[in-house]
Protein backbone atom coordinates (compact mmCIF):
# COMPACT_ATOMS: atom_id res chain seq x y z
CA UNK A 1 0.00 0.00 0.00
CA UNK A 2 1.18 3.49 -0.78
CA UNK A 3 0.88 6.68 0.56
CA UNK A 4 1.18 10.31 0.28
CA UNK A 5 5.14 10.87 1.78
CA UNK A 6 5.31 14.46 3.68
CA UNK A 7 7.99 15.54 0.91
CA UNK A 8 5.51 14.98 -1.55
CA UNK A 9 2.65 16.97 0.37
CA UNK A 10 4.68 19.83 1.30
CA UNK A 11 6.16 19.68 -2.21
CA UNK A 12 2.76 21.02 -3.72
CA UNK A 13 3.00 24.00 -1.75
CA UNK A 14 6.00 25.20 -3.16
CA UNK A 15 7.06 27.53 -6.28
CA UNK A 16 9.52 26.28 -8.27
CA UNK A 17 11.46 28.85 -8.48
CA UNK A 18 13.28 31.15 -5.84
CA UNK A 19 11.44 34.63 -4.92
CA UNK A 20 12.58 38.07 -6.41
CA UNK A 21 13.77 39.22 -3.23
CA UNK A 22 15.46 36.37 -1.94
CA UNK A 23 17.18 35.91 -5.24
CA UNK A 24 18.51 39.78 -4.53
CA UNK A 25 19.51 39.18 -1.45
CA UNK A 26 21.07 35.66 -1.95
CA UNK A 27 19.50 34.11 0.37
CA UNK A 28 18.15 30.98 0.90
CA UNK A 29 14.49 30.69 -0.01
CA UNK A 30 12.24 27.89 1.52
CA UNK A 31 9.95 28.80 -1.65
CA UNK A 32 6.65 28.61 -0.04
CA UNK A 33 3.41 29.59 -1.42
CA UNK A 34 1.69 31.88 -1.39
CA UNK A 35 4.72 33.64 0.19
CA UNK A 36 7.84 32.89 1.57
CA UNK A 37 8.87 32.47 5.52
CA UNK A 38 11.57 35.68 4.56
CA UNK A 39 8.81 38.19 2.82
CA UNK A 40 6.62 37.49 5.09
CA UNK A 41 8.45 38.33 7.92
CA UNK A 42 10.27 41.26 5.94
CA UNK A 43 6.75 42.14 5.33
CA UNK A 44 6.97 42.61 1.95
CA UNK A 45 5.33 41.30 -1.41
CA UNK A 46 6.71 37.74 -2.32
CA UNK A 47 6.62 37.20 -6.04
CA UNK A 48 7.25 33.94 -7.97
CA UNK A 49 8.38 34.88 -11.50
CA UNK A 50 10.04 32.45 -14.12
CA UNK A 51 13.57 33.62 -14.85
CA UNK A 52 13.15 34.30 -18.67
CA UNK A 53 9.84 36.62 -17.44
CA UNK A 54 11.84 39.80 -17.52
CA UNK A 55 8.84 42.33 -17.33
CA UNK A 56 5.31 42.23 -16.71
CA UNK A 57 2.56 43.57 -18.85
CA UNK A 58 2.21 47.33 -19.58
CA UNK A 59 -0.61 49.68 -18.12
CA UNK A 60 -4.14 48.75 -19.41
CA UNK A 61 -2.34 45.79 -21.97
CA UNK A 62 -4.48 43.18 -20.55
CA UNK A 63 -8.18 45.15 -21.31
CA UNK A 64 -6.58 45.92 -24.49
CA UNK A 65 -6.50 42.60 -25.57
CA UNK A 66 -9.96 41.74 -24.00
CA UNK A 67 -11.59 44.28 -26.10
CA UNK A 68 -9.86 42.91 -29.09
CA UNK A 69 -11.00 39.30 -28.26
CA UNK A 70 -14.25 40.98 -28.37
CA UNK A 71 -14.44 42.62 -31.65
CA UNK A 72 -13.21 39.28 -33.19
CA UNK A 73 -15.58 36.90 -31.62
CA UNK A 74 -17.85 39.26 -32.92
CA UNK A 75 -16.32 39.43 -36.54
CA UNK A 76 -16.44 35.91 -35.90
CA UNK A 77 -20.00 35.28 -34.71
CA UNK A 78 -21.32 37.56 -37.49
CA UNK A 79 -19.44 34.98 -40.16
CA UNK A 80 -20.56 31.84 -38.85
CA UNK A 81 -23.56 33.16 -38.83
CA UNK A 82 -23.79 33.69 -42.79
CA UNK A 83 -22.37 30.06 -43.34
CA UNK A 84 -24.83 29.04 -41.50
CA UNK A 85 -27.77 30.74 -43.08
CA UNK A 86 -26.77 29.77 -46.43
CA UNK A 87 -26.41 26.08 -45.74
CA UNK A 88 -29.80 25.51 -44.46
CA UNK A 89 -31.87 27.17 -46.61
CA UNK A 90 -34.65 25.33 -45.14
CA UNK A 91 -34.50 25.78 -41.73
CA UNK A 92 -37.67 27.95 -40.83
CA UNK A 93 -35.92 29.77 -38.13
CA UNK A 94 -32.71 32.47 -39.18
CA UNK A 95 -31.54 33.04 -36.21
CA UNK A 96 -28.11 31.49 -35.60
CA UNK A 97 -28.36 27.84 -33.67
CA UNK A 98 -24.83 26.79 -31.78
CA UNK A 99 -25.66 23.15 -32.78
CA UNK A 100 -25.88 24.17 -36.68
CA UNK A 101 -22.93 25.73 -36.10
CA UNK A 102 -20.94 23.21 -34.81
CA UNK A 103 -22.22 20.95 -37.74
CA UNK A 104 -21.39 22.94 -40.73
CA UNK A 105 -18.25 24.14 -39.21
CA UNK A 106 -16.73 20.01 -38.43
CA UNK A 107 -18.86 17.77 -40.86
CA UNK A 108 -16.62 14.89 -39.30
CA UNK A 109 -17.42 15.34 -36.08
CA UNK A 110 -20.97 14.38 -34.36
CA UNK A 111 -23.83 17.01 -33.91
CA UNK A 112 -23.47 18.78 -30.62
CA UNK A 113 -27.26 19.38 -29.06
CA UNK A 114 -25.88 20.31 -26.03
CA UNK A 115 -27.08 23.98 -24.35
CA UNK A 116 -24.87 26.82 -25.68
CA UNK A 117 -22.30 27.01 -23.00
CA UNK A 118 -20.16 25.90 -26.18
CA UNK A 119 -20.79 28.57 -28.44
CA UNK A 120 -18.36 30.95 -28.73
CA UNK A 121 -20.12 33.93 -27.25
CA UNK A 122 -19.78 31.77 -23.88
CA UNK A 123 -16.33 30.41 -23.74
CA UNK A 124 -13.92 31.51 -20.91
CA UNK A 125 -13.06 34.96 -20.44
CA UNK A 126 -9.02 35.61 -20.97
CA UNK A 127 -9.01 35.93 -17.00
CA UNK A 128 -8.01 32.71 -16.57
CA UNK A 129 -4.84 33.21 -18.24
CA UNK A 130 -3.70 36.56 -15.10
CA UNK A 131 -2.09 35.81 -12.05
CA UNK A 132 -4.84 35.10 -9.10
CA UNK A 133 -6.22 38.38 -8.26
CA UNK A 134 -8.74 39.45 -6.08
CA UNK A 135 -11.53 41.20 -8.17
CA UNK A 136 -11.47 44.58 -6.19
CA UNK A 137 -7.54 44.37 -6.87
CA UNK A 138 -8.71 44.08 -10.76
CA UNK A 139 -10.87 46.65 -10.46
CA UNK A 140 -8.51 49.08 -8.85
CA UNK A 141 -5.82 48.47 -11.07
CA UNK A 142 -8.02 49.10 -13.88
CA UNK A 143 -9.13 52.15 -12.35
CA UNK A 144 -5.22 53.29 -11.69
CA UNK A 145 -4.43 52.46 -15.30
CA UNK A 146 -7.27 54.52 -16.69
CA UNK A 147 -6.29 57.41 -14.58
CA UNK A 148 -3.16 57.30 -15.83
CA UNK A 149 -3.96 57.19 -19.43
CA UNK A 150 -6.04 60.66 -18.61
CA UNK A 151 -2.89 62.55 -17.19
CA UNK A 152 -1.08 65.02 -19.34
CA UNK A 153 2.61 64.50 -20.33
CA UNK A 154 2.31 68.79 -19.11
CA UNK A 155 0.92 67.44 -15.88
CA UNK A 156 3.52 64.95 -15.24
CA UNK A 157 5.93 68.04 -16.24
CA UNK A 158 4.29 70.10 -13.37
CA UNK A 159 4.74 67.03 -10.92
CA UNK A 160 8.41 66.13 -11.79
CA UNK A 161 9.20 70.06 -11.33
CA UNK A 162 7.55 69.67 -8.06
CA UNK A 163 10.04 67.23 -6.86
CA UNK A 164 12.87 69.53 -7.66
CA UNK A 165 10.62 72.09 -5.87
CA UNK A 166 9.94 70.11 -2.56
CA UNK A 167 11.72 67.30 -1.87
CA UNK A 168 15.11 67.87 -4.15
CA UNK A 169 16.50 70.71 -1.97
CA UNK A 170 16.64 68.37 0.95
CA UNK A 171 17.56 64.98 -1.22
CA UNK A 172 19.19 65.68 -3.83
CA UNK A 173 19.80 62.24 -5.99
CA UNK A 174 18.02 62.94 -9.10
CA UNK A 175 19.58 65.47 -12.15
CA UNK A 176 16.95 67.48 -14.31
CA UNK A 177 18.43 66.23 -17.21
CA UNK A 178 17.76 62.55 -16.35
CA UNK A 179 13.59 63.50 -15.38
CA UNK A 180 13.96 65.23 -18.67
CA UNK A 181 15.01 62.80 -20.74
CA UNK A 182 12.40 60.22 -19.17
CA UNK A 183 9.81 62.77 -19.54
CA UNK A 184 11.03 63.11 -23.40
CA UNK A 185 10.30 59.33 -23.86
CA UNK A 186 6.85 59.37 -22.64
CA UNK A 187 4.55 57.54 -24.81
CA UNK A 188 1.45 59.14 -27.13
CA UNK A 189 -1.57 58.33 -25.15
CA UNK A 190 0.39 57.72 -21.81
CA UNK A 191 -0.19 54.24 -21.14
CA UNK A 192 2.88 53.87 -19.24
CA UNK A 193 5.79 55.21 -17.90
CA UNK A 194 8.88 52.53 -18.97
CA UNK A 195 11.68 54.73 -16.75
CA UNK A 196 11.23 53.31 -13.07
CA UNK A 197 13.04 56.68 -11.64
CA UNK A 198 9.81 58.71 -13.06
CA UNK A 199 7.56 56.30 -11.99
CA UNK A 200 8.73 56.47 -8.36
CA UNK A 201 8.97 60.83 -8.77
CA UNK A 202 5.22 60.74 -9.86
CA UNK A 203 4.07 57.95 -7.43
CA UNK A 204 5.41 60.72 -4.26
CA UNK A 205 4.57 63.70 -5.87
CA UNK A 206 0.30 61.87 -6.71
CA UNK A 207 0.31 60.84 -3.30
CA UNK A 208 1.20 64.04 -1.68
CA UNK A 209 1.96 67.29 -3.77
CA UNK A 210 -0.93 69.58 -4.40
CA UNK A 211 -0.88 69.56 -8.27
CA UNK A 212 -2.16 66.30 -8.05
CA UNK A 213 -5.83 67.11 -6.16
CA UNK A 214 -7.80 66.75 -9.03
CA UNK A 215 -7.72 63.41 -9.28
CA UNK A 216 -9.40 63.51 -5.86
CA UNK A 217 -7.87 61.49 -2.08
CA UNK A 218 -8.90 58.20 -3.37
CA UNK A 219 -7.47 58.64 -7.05
CA UNK A 220 -4.81 60.08 -5.76
CA UNK A 221 -3.90 57.16 -3.31
CA UNK A 222 -5.23 54.07 -5.79
CA UNK A 223 -2.94 55.62 -8.52
CA UNK A 224 0.55 56.06 -6.12
CA UNK A 225 -0.27 53.12 -4.71
CA UNK A 226 -0.76 50.91 -8.28
CA UNK A 227 2.64 52.77 -9.50
CA UNK A 228 4.55 52.21 -6.33
CA UNK A 229 3.88 48.28 -6.83
CA UNK A 230 5.17 48.41 -10.30
CA UNK A 231 8.65 50.29 -8.80
CA UNK A 232 9.21 47.83 -6.31
CA UNK A 233 8.51 44.66 -8.29
CA UNK A 234 10.91 46.55 -11.29
CA UNK A 235 13.46 47.64 -8.94
CA UNK A 236 13.62 44.37 -7.13
CA UNK A 237 14.13 42.43 -10.27
CA UNK A 238 17.40 44.14 -11.59
CA UNK A 239 20.06 45.67 -9.37
CA UNK A 240 20.97 49.10 -10.70
CA UNK A 241 22.06 53.31 -9.77
CA UNK A 242 18.62 53.58 -11.36
CA UNK A 243 17.02 50.81 -9.22
CA UNK A 244 18.59 52.20 -6.33
CA UNK A 245 17.04 55.61 -6.87
CA UNK A 246 13.87 54.63 -7.34
CA UNK A 247 13.34 52.42 -3.50
CA UNK A 248 15.26 55.37 -2.03
CA UNK A 249 11.98 57.66 -3.27
CA UNK A 250 9.24 54.94 -2.77
CA UNK A 251 11.29 54.65 0.88
CA UNK A 252 10.34 58.60 1.32
CA UNK A 253 6.40 57.71 -0.09
CA UNK A 254 6.47 54.69 2.69
CA UNK A 255 7.82 56.43 5.68
CA UNK A 256 5.20 59.38 5.10
CA UNK A 257 2.44 57.30 4.83
CA UNK A 258 3.12 55.83 8.17
CA UNK A 259 4.62 52.55 6.85
CA UNK A 260 8.00 52.31 8.66
CA UNK A 261 8.14 48.44 8.58
CA UNK A 262 8.13 48.45 4.36
CA UNK A 263 10.19 51.84 4.78
CA UNK A 264 12.91 49.42 6.83
CA UNK A 265 12.76 46.24 4.71
CA UNK A 266 13.15 48.93 1.41
CA UNK A 267 16.23 50.31 2.96
CA UNK A 268 17.45 47.26 3.71
CA UNK A 269 17.24 45.80 0.22
CA UNK A 270 19.24 49.42 -0.59
CA UNK A 271 21.88 48.42 1.36
CA UNK A 272 21.81 44.99 -0.03
CA UNK A 273 21.79 46.14 -3.76
CA UNK A 274 24.18 48.92 -2.99
CA UNK A 275 26.63 45.28 -2.28
CA UNK A 276 25.31 43.26 -4.97
CA UNK A 277 26.22 45.84 -7.34
CA UNK A 278 29.50 46.81 -5.70
CA UNK A 279 29.02 50.11 -4.42
CA UNK A 280 29.43 49.21 -1.40
CA UNK A 281 33.23 47.87 -1.85
CA UNK A 282 34.30 51.25 -4.44
CA UNK A 283 33.47 53.26 -1.32
CA UNK A 284 35.44 50.63 1.32
CA UNK A 285 38.19 51.14 -0.83
CA UNK A 286 38.05 54.78 -1.73
CA UNK A 287 37.80 55.20 2.03
CA UNK A 288 40.83 52.85 3.25
CA UNK A 289 42.62 55.63 1.18
CA UNK A 290 42.03 58.58 3.02
CA UNK A 291 42.98 59.77 6.04
CA UNK A 292 40.54 59.79 8.54
CA UNK A 293 39.94 63.24 8.07
CA UNK A 294 38.78 63.44 4.23
CA UNK A 295 36.37 61.03 4.86
CA UNK A 296 33.10 62.32 4.44
CA UNK A 297 30.45 62.18 1.66
CA UNK A 298 30.99 63.95 -2.58
CA UNK A 299 28.84 66.65 -3.86
CA UNK A 300 26.26 65.61 -5.90
CA UNK A 301 25.38 68.05 -8.27
CA UNK A 302 24.47 67.62 -11.69
CA UNK A 303 26.20 63.40 -11.76
CA UNK A 304 24.85 60.96 -13.69
CA UNK A 305 25.90 57.47 -14.45
CA UNK A 306 29.00 56.21 -12.50
CA UNK A 307 29.47 59.38 -10.94
CA UNK A 308 26.64 59.51 -9.68
CA UNK A 309 27.38 56.08 -7.59
CA UNK A 310 29.56 57.18 -4.86
CA UNK A 311 27.25 59.87 -3.71
CA UNK A 312 24.16 57.61 -3.93
CA UNK A 313 25.62 55.06 -2.10
CA UNK A 314 26.36 58.02 1.18
CA UNK A 315 22.68 59.08 0.74
CA UNK A 316 21.44 55.68 0.94
CA UNK A 317 23.70 55.25 4.13
CA UNK A 318 22.63 58.57 5.52
CA UNK A 319 18.78 57.71 4.82
CA UNK A 320 19.20 54.41 6.87
CA UNK A 321 20.85 55.98 9.71
CA UNK A 322 18.06 58.77 10.08
CA UNK A 323 15.32 56.10 9.63
CA UNK A 324 16.52 54.12 11.94
CA UNK A 325 17.95 56.38 14.66
CA UNK A 326 16.50 54.71 17.90
CA UNK A 327 15.64 51.17 17.17
CA UNK A 328 17.81 48.87 19.59
CA UNK A 329 18.65 46.28 16.66
CA UNK A 330 20.86 46.76 13.82
CA UNK A 331 22.69 45.34 11.22
CA UNK A 332 26.53 45.95 12.15
CA UNK A 333 28.51 43.44 10.28
CA UNK A 334 29.09 45.33 7.12
CA UNK A 335 32.72 46.85 7.33
CA UNK A 336 31.41 49.77 5.92
CA UNK A 337 29.55 50.11 9.31
CA UNK A 338 32.69 49.91 11.02
CA UNK A 339 34.67 51.93 9.19
CA UNK A 340 32.75 54.31 9.12
CA UNK A 341 32.48 54.48 13.18
CA UNK A 342 35.74 54.41 13.53
CA UNK A 343 36.39 57.46 12.07
CA UNK A 344 33.36 59.15 13.13
CA UNK A 345 35.41 61.78 15.62
CA UNK A 346 38.25 62.95 13.93
CA UNK A 347 36.31 62.79 10.16
CA UNK A 348 35.84 66.79 9.10
CA UNK A 349 32.63 67.68 7.40
CA UNK A 350 32.42 70.10 4.20
CA UNK A 351 30.89 72.87 5.91
CA UNK A 352 30.10 74.97 2.37
CA UNK A 353 27.55 72.02 1.30
CA UNK A 354 25.00 71.80 3.50
CA UNK A 355 23.66 68.72 2.08
CA UNK A 356 27.08 67.15 2.54
CA UNK A 357 27.27 68.43 5.76
CA UNK A 358 23.84 66.61 6.85
CA UNK A 359 24.89 63.40 5.35
CA UNK A 360 27.94 63.65 7.01
CA UNK A 361 25.92 63.72 10.28
CA UNK A 362 23.47 61.29 9.30
CA UNK A 363 26.03 58.55 8.01
CA UNK A 364 29.15 59.38 9.85
CA UNK A 365 27.93 60.90 13.39
CA UNK A 366 25.32 59.30 14.27
CA UNK A 367 27.05 55.54 14.11
CA UNK A 368 28.62 55.60 17.67
CA UNK A 369 24.83 56.75 18.73
CA UNK A 370 23.86 53.48 17.07
CA UNK A 371 26.57 51.34 18.28
CA UNK A 372 25.74 52.88 21.95
CA UNK A 373 21.84 52.37 21.91
CA UNK A 374 22.75 48.15 20.32
CA UNK A 375 25.33 47.77 23.24
CA UNK A 376 22.98 49.42 26.10
CA UNK A 377 20.11 47.08 24.76
CA UNK A 378 22.30 44.26 25.03
CA UNK A 379 23.24 44.79 28.51
CA UNK A 380 26.75 46.08 28.17
CA UNK A 381 26.58 48.79 30.64
CA UNK A 382 24.06 47.06 32.77
CA UNK A 383 27.68 47.05 35.87
CA UNK A 384 29.32 50.05 34.00
CA UNK A 385 27.18 53.15 34.33
CA UNK A 386 30.07 55.55 34.81
CA UNK A 387 31.25 54.22 31.32
CA UNK A 388 28.01 54.63 29.98
CA UNK A 389 28.02 58.17 31.02
CA UNK A 390 31.46 58.78 29.28
CA UNK A 391 30.65 57.47 25.97
CA UNK A 392 27.56 59.61 26.24
CA UNK A 393 29.52 62.71 26.65
CA UNK A 394 31.61 61.65 23.95
CA UNK A 395 28.96 61.38 21.11
CA UNK A 396 26.70 64.29 22.91
CA UNK A 397 30.30 66.82 22.21
CA UNK A 398 30.59 65.31 18.68
CA UNK A 399 27.08 66.28 17.81
CA UNK A 400 26.74 69.75 19.31
CA UNK A 401 30.04 70.33 16.68
CA UNK A 402 27.85 70.11 13.97
CA UNK A 403 25.39 72.17 15.69
CA UNK A 404 27.80 74.93 16.23
CA UNK A 405 29.13 74.93 13.03
CA UNK A 406 25.69 75.54 11.53
CA UNK A 407 25.08 79.23 10.54
CA UNK A 408 22.26 81.14 12.40
CA UNK A 409 19.57 81.56 10.19
CA UNK A 410 18.55 78.96 7.08
CA UNK A 411 17.31 81.70 4.72
CA UNK A 412 19.69 83.58 2.47
CA UNK A 413 19.02 86.60 0.61
CA UNK A 414 19.73 86.48 -3.02
CA UNK A 415 20.90 89.27 -5.36
CA UNK A 416 17.54 89.74 -6.60
CA UNK A 417 15.63 90.13 -4.12
CA UNK A 418 14.23 86.61 -3.23
CA UNK A 419 14.76 85.01 -0.20
CA UNK A 420 16.23 81.12 -0.39
CA UNK A 421 15.57 78.63 1.69
CA UNK A 422 17.84 75.69 2.71
CA UNK A 423 16.46 72.68 4.51
CA UNK A 424 19.68 71.04 5.05
CA UNK A 425 20.51 74.03 7.76
CA UNK A 426 17.89 73.19 9.74
CA UNK A 427 17.13 69.34 9.30
CA UNK A 428 21.44 69.29 10.40
CA UNK A 429 20.39 71.11 13.65
CA UNK A 430 17.33 69.18 14.42
CA UNK A 431 18.59 66.13 14.26
CA UNK A 432 21.96 66.80 16.64
CA UNK A 433 19.32 67.75 19.20
CA UNK A 434 17.09 65.11 18.68
CA UNK A 435 19.52 62.56 18.53
CA UNK A 436 20.70 63.62 22.17
CA UNK A 437 17.15 63.05 23.71
CA UNK A 438 17.54 59.84 22.12
CA UNK A 439 21.09 58.86 23.80
CA UNK A 440 20.59 60.21 27.20
CA UNK A 441 16.68 58.94 27.93
CA UNK A 442 17.96 55.67 28.35
CA UNK A 443 19.94 57.22 31.26
CA UNK A 444 17.31 58.34 33.11
CA UNK A 445 15.66 56.76 35.83
CA UNK A 446 12.10 56.87 35.55
CA UNK A 447 11.05 55.28 38.46
CA UNK A 448 12.56 58.25 40.92
CA UNK A 449 10.56 61.71 41.28
CA UNK A 450 13.91 63.22 40.45
CA UNK A 451 15.90 62.42 37.48
CA UNK A 452 19.64 62.21 36.84
CA UNK A 453 20.71 65.83 36.78
CA UNK A 454 22.60 65.76 33.20
CA UNK A 455 20.93 63.62 31.27
CA UNK A 456 17.89 64.85 32.43
CA UNK A 457 18.92 69.08 31.85
CA UNK A 458 20.64 68.00 28.48
CA UNK A 459 17.14 66.23 26.96
CA UNK A 460 15.54 69.16 28.05
CA UNK A 461 18.17 71.94 26.59
CA UNK A 462 17.36 69.87 23.27
CA UNK A 463 13.79 70.33 23.07
CA UNK A 464 14.24 73.90 23.65
CA UNK A 465 17.11 74.29 21.06
CA UNK A 466 14.87 72.05 18.88
CA UNK A 467 11.72 75.03 19.39
CA UNK A 468 14.26 77.62 18.62
CA UNK A 469 14.79 75.91 15.32
CA UNK A 470 11.24 74.96 14.35
CA UNK A 471 10.58 79.11 15.26
CA UNK A 472 13.25 80.30 12.67
CA UNK A 473 11.41 78.67 9.76
CA UNK A 474 8.03 79.12 8.15
CA UNK A 475 4.98 76.73 8.59
CA UNK A 476 5.19 76.24 4.49
CA UNK A 477 9.08 75.48 4.87
CA UNK A 478 8.45 72.82 7.71
CA UNK A 479 5.12 71.43 5.67
CA UNK A 480 7.45 70.46 2.39
CA UNK A 481 10.06 69.39 4.51
CA UNK A 482 11.33 65.51 5.08
CA UNK A 483 8.60 63.22 6.92
CA UNK A 484 11.54 62.71 9.53
CA UNK A 485 11.02 66.31 10.62
CA UNK A 486 8.19 65.70 12.21
CA UNK A 487 9.67 62.24 13.67
CA UNK A 488 12.06 64.79 15.42
CA UNK A 489 9.84 67.39 16.83
CA UNK A 490 7.58 64.13 18.28
CA UNK A 491 10.44 62.92 19.69
CA UNK A 492 10.79 66.19 21.68
CA UNK A 493 7.39 66.91 22.33
CA UNK A 494 6.54 62.99 23.74
CA UNK A 495 9.91 63.49 26.11
CA UNK A 496 8.39 66.58 27.59
CA UNK A 497 4.87 65.08 28.44
CA UNK A 498 7.03 62.48 29.94
CA UNK A 499 8.67 64.87 31.60
CA UNK A 500 5.54 66.97 32.83
CA UNK A 501 3.75 63.63 34.39
CA UNK A 502 6.68 62.36 36.29
CA UNK A 503 6.94 66.05 37.62
CA UNK A 504 3.71 66.76 37.56
CA UNK A 505 4.64 70.38 36.11
CA UNK A 506 1.93 72.36 33.96
CA UNK A 507 2.84 72.54 30.36
CA UNK A 508 5.27 75.32 29.27
CA UNK A 509 4.63 77.51 25.53
CA UNK A 510 6.90 76.16 24.05
CA UNK A 511 5.12 72.84 24.17
CA UNK A 512 2.65 74.36 22.05
CA UNK A 513 5.30 75.23 19.41
CA UNK A 514 6.06 71.49 19.43
CA UNK A 515 2.75 70.72 18.55
CA UNK A 516 2.09 73.11 15.60
CA UNK A 517 5.21 72.08 14.03
CA UNK A 518 3.86 68.54 13.78
CA UNK A 519 0.18 70.26 12.65
CA UNK A 520 2.35 71.53 9.59
CA UNK A 521 4.26 68.38 9.15
CA UNK A 522 0.76 66.35 8.85
CA UNK A 523 -0.38 68.72 6.13
CA UNK A 524 1.20 66.63 3.77
CA UNK A 525 2.62 63.63 5.95
CA UNK A 526 0.76 60.81 7.23
CA UNK A 527 3.16 59.77 9.91
CA UNK A 528 2.98 62.84 11.25
CA UNK A 529 -1.02 62.83 11.92
CA UNK A 530 -0.65 59.71 13.55
CA UNK A 531 2.08 61.21 15.72
CA UNK A 532 -0.52 64.11 16.75
CA UNK A 533 -3.47 62.17 17.64
CA UNK A 534 -0.68 60.31 19.91
CA UNK A 535 0.23 63.41 21.54
CA UNK A 536 -2.84 64.89 21.55
CA UNK A 537 -4.09 61.51 23.96
CA UNK A 538 -1.17 61.85 25.78
CA UNK A 539 -1.95 66.03 26.32
CA UNK A 540 -5.42 64.96 28.06
CA UNK A 541 -3.88 62.62 30.53
CA UNK A 542 -1.16 64.89 31.10
CA UNK A 543 -3.67 67.50 32.06
CA UNK A 544 -6.52 65.76 33.96
CA UNK A 545 -4.45 63.59 35.65
CA UNK A 546 -6.57 60.58 34.91
CA UNK A 547 -5.33 57.07 33.22
CA UNK A 548 -5.92 56.89 29.09
CA UNK A 549 -5.53 54.19 27.20
CA UNK A 550 -2.56 55.09 25.38
CA UNK A 551 -0.49 52.09 25.64
CA UNK A 552 1.86 52.22 29.01
CA UNK A 553 5.18 51.90 27.14
CA UNK A 554 4.09 55.49 25.43
CA UNK A 555 5.43 56.67 29.09
CA UNK A 556 8.50 54.41 28.79
CA UNK A 557 10.84 56.89 28.86
CA UNK A 558 13.96 54.55 27.95
CA UNK A 559 11.89 52.93 24.82
CA UNK A 560 12.56 55.09 21.99
CA UNK A 561 10.15 56.59 19.75
CA UNK A 562 10.42 53.56 16.97
CA UNK A 563 10.12 50.69 19.54
CA UNK A 564 6.62 51.78 20.45
CA UNK A 565 6.12 53.05 16.61
CA UNK A 566 4.19 49.80 15.42
CA UNK A 567 1.91 49.85 18.81
CA UNK A 568 0.94 53.40 18.83
CA UNK A 569 -0.43 53.20 15.17
CA UNK A 570 -2.46 49.83 16.07
CA UNK A 571 -4.05 51.90 18.83
CA UNK A 572 -4.74 55.10 17.00
CA UNK A 573 -6.15 52.83 14.47
CA UNK A 574 -8.87 51.71 17.06
CA UNK A 575 -9.94 54.88 18.30
CA UNK A 576 -8.81 57.09 15.38
CA UNK A 577 -13.13 57.80 15.05
CA UNK A 578 -13.18 59.62 18.37
CA UNK A 579 -9.30 61.08 17.99
CA UNK A 580 -9.52 63.02 14.76
CA UNK A 581 -12.23 65.40 16.14
CA UNK A 582 -10.09 68.51 16.53
CA UNK A 583 -7.10 67.34 15.26
CA UNK A 584 -4.46 68.78 14.17
CA UNK A 585 -5.82 72.20 15.44
CA UNK A 586 -4.93 74.22 18.26
CA UNK A 587 -5.32 75.22 21.26
CA UNK A 588 -3.61 71.89 22.44
CA UNK A 589 -6.45 71.16 25.22
Not at 131 to 142: F, I, K, M, V, Y
Not at 249 to 263: C, E, F, H, K, Q
Amino acid sequence: MSTASPENSASEQRSSTVCHLCRQRKTKCDRRLPNCSFCVKANVRCQYVTKTKKRGLRAGYVTQLENRLDTLEQEVEKFKHERTTSSTTATPHPSFSPALAAATTSSTQPVDISPPQHSIPNTPSVAHVEPPRSSSTQAESDAAAADLATLTHAYLRTLADSWFKETQPWYPILSRQQIQNSLDDLPLPLTHIDDVVLKAVIALQIAYSSHAICLGYNGRYRLSQYLRSQVVNEAFSKASLKSLQALLIIAILDYGSDNLPSTFSLLAVCRRMCENIGLFRKLLNQMQLQSPAQVGPPAIGSNTGDELAIPLTWSSLAMDAVTTLGISWRDVSAAVMDHLSSVAYVSTPDLRDSFRSHTHLAAIGLQPLHNFLYDHEQGRYDQAQGQAFATCDEIYHNLMNYVRAQPTTSYTLLADGLIDFDPNLILTSMLSHASVIILYARLIEADETSCNEIPLQRCLQACEDIVLALRSISDADAELSTPVLGTMLFVAARFKLVIYRKMHQQREPIFDTLMHGISMCGRRWSVARRQDLVLRAAIVEVDTGNDSLLPASFWNVKKSHLDISEELKEWVGDHQQSLYIGSLNGPYV
